[in-house]
């Protein structure tokens, strides 16, 4: 069964980095393993932020780009998201998922609140 435990959320500052980190177990990450970071804001669907595609490529919303980093561990089963220059509109729940024989699983998310 697969399990992904986010870690890393807490409150920060306005221009402040967080790095968060999901841990995964039954699953075995590879290079091509197709992971990523989502979030949910308050009253806002849930979006994707940066992802690892089924290619082995990153791709980043927009909103995020040049200031979020999306980074794997295959030997720890640990994916990462560096988050640099904080905004106050980054508050969310961030969600680890991944991929498995066409079936995506779920965290349950890390709350990271940006304070202006």
């Known amino acids: 069964q697969v399990q992904l435990v986010e870690s890393g959320g807490g409150l920060v500052q306005a221009g402040g980095s967080l790095r968060l980190s999901c841990a995964a177990s039954?699953?075995?990450?590879?290079?091509?393993?197709?992971v990523g970071w989502y979030r949910q804001a308050p009253g806002k669907e849930r979006e994707s932020v940066a992802v690892?595609?089924?290619?082995?490529?990153?791709d980043y919303a927009d909103s995020v780009k040049g200031r979020f980093t999306i980074s794997r561990d295959n030997t720890k089963n640990t994916a990462y998201l560096q988050m640099n220059s904080l905004k106050p509109d980054d508050t969310a729940v961030y969600y680890c998922?991944?991929?498995?024989?066409?079936?995506?699983?779920w965290g349950k998310g890390t709350l990271v609140t940006v304070s202006s």
């Open positions: 998922s991944v991929q498995q024989f066409g079936v995506r699983h």
């Open positions: 690892f595609t089924f290619g082995g490529t990153t």
């Open positions: 039954g699953i075995s990450f590879n290079s091509i393993t197709p």
